[in-house]
T-cell receptor, first 115, second 108 residues
Framework: NAGVTQTPKFRVLKTGQSMTLLCAQD?????MYWYRQDPGMGLRLIHY???????AKGEVPDGYNVSRLKKQNFLLGLESAAPSQTSVYFC??????????????FGDGTRLSIL | DAKTTQPNSMESNEEEPVHLPCNHS???????IHWYRQLPSQGPEYVIH???SNVNNRMASLAIAEDRKSSTLILHRATLRDAAVYYC?????????FGTGTSLTVIP
C-alpha cells in the first residue's frame, strides 16, 4: 500500500517550458488536492477534485491546469513555467465521508525550480 | 473560512508534555478543528481533529474550549521525532487554510 505517490521528486525547468506533475493514490479516495508550499510558508491550495472528471479552483489557481481522468490519478500542468512557480508541490487525497471533513493523506512532494 | 492564530515557535524538553495552543475566535458552529504536522522535507501528516468534545488518539489529545474559540493540541510525552511544524486548521465544507503553524523544537 503505497498511499500517495508523486512523480517526479525533483525537476529543474527553464522559463517558458511546460511540464506535468503526476499524483497517484491507491486508497480509492474520492477527493484529491494539489498544494504549493513556498519557503517559510504554509501550504496553499491550487486546485482540487471531488471525483473523476471534476476539478475546481483553489486559493492560487492561476498558471496551472489539472485533470482527473482516472479516480486514482490527479495531474497538475504548468503550460508556461515562470520563476514565481518555483516551489514544493504536494498532492493529497481523502475520502468524501460523513462526520465532517476527512483527514488528508499527503505525498512527499515535488521540488520544482524554474530558472 | 475562519482563520487561526498560533505561536510561531515553541520549545519542549524531551519526555515532557507539550501543549500547543490555537486561537480561532471567529469559528463557526460547523467548523471542525484539524491538526496536522509537517516534519522536515516531508508532506503534512494528519494528527487529530474534533468538533466540540475533547478527542484522543494514539498520537495526541485535542482539548477544545467550551466556547470553541480556542483549542490545544497535547503531546503527552515529547520525543525528538515530534520536532515539526504543527498546523491548526478550521474546516467545514471549504478548503483547508494552513497558515504558518508552530515550529516545535524538542530539546534532548
Amino acid at each position: 500500500n503505497a498511499g500517495v505517490t508523486q512523480t517526479p521528486k525533483f525537476r529543474v525547468l527553464k522559463t517558458g517550458q511546460s511540464m506535468t506533475l503526476l499524483c497517484a493514490q491507491d486508497m480509492n479516495h474520492e477527493y484529491m488536492y494539489w498544494y504549493r508550499q513556498d519557503p517559510g510558508m504554509g501550504l496553499r491550495l491550487i486546485h482540487y477534485s471531488v471525483g473523476e472528471g471534476t476539478t475546481a479552483k483553489g486559493e492560487v489557481p492561476d498558471g496551472y491546469n489539472v485533470s482527473r481522468l482516472k479516480k486514482q490519478n490527479f495531474l497538475l500542468g504548468l503550460e508556461s513555467a515562470a520563476p514565481s512557480q518555483t516551489s514544493v508541490y504536494f498532492c493529497a487525497s481523502s475520502y468524501s465521508g460523513t462526520g465532517g471533513p476527512q483527514p488528508q493523506h499527503f505525498g512527499d512532494g515535488t521540488r520544482l525550480s524554474i530558472l | 473560512d475562519a482563520k487561526t492564530t498560533q505561536p510561531n515557535s515553541m520549545e519542549s524538553n524531551e519526555e515532557e508534555p507539550v501543549h500547543l495552543p490555537c486561537n480561532h475566535s471567529t469559528i463557526s458552529g460547523t467548523d471542525y478543528i484539524h491538526w496536522y504536522r509537517q516534519l522536515p522535507s516531508q508532506g503534512p501528516e494528519y494528527v487529530i481533529h474534533g468538533l466540540t468534545s475533547n478527542v484522543n488518539n494514539r498520537m495526541a489529545s485535542l482539548a477544545i474550549a467550551e466556547d470553541r474559540k480556542s483549542s490545544t493540541l497535547i503531546l503527552h510525552r515529547a520525543t525528538l521525532r515530534d520536532a515539526a511544524v504543527y498546523y491548526c486548521i478550521l474546516r467545514d465544507v471549504g478548503q483547508f487554510y494552513f497558515g504558518t503553524g508552530t515550529s516545535l523544537t524538542v530539546i534532548p
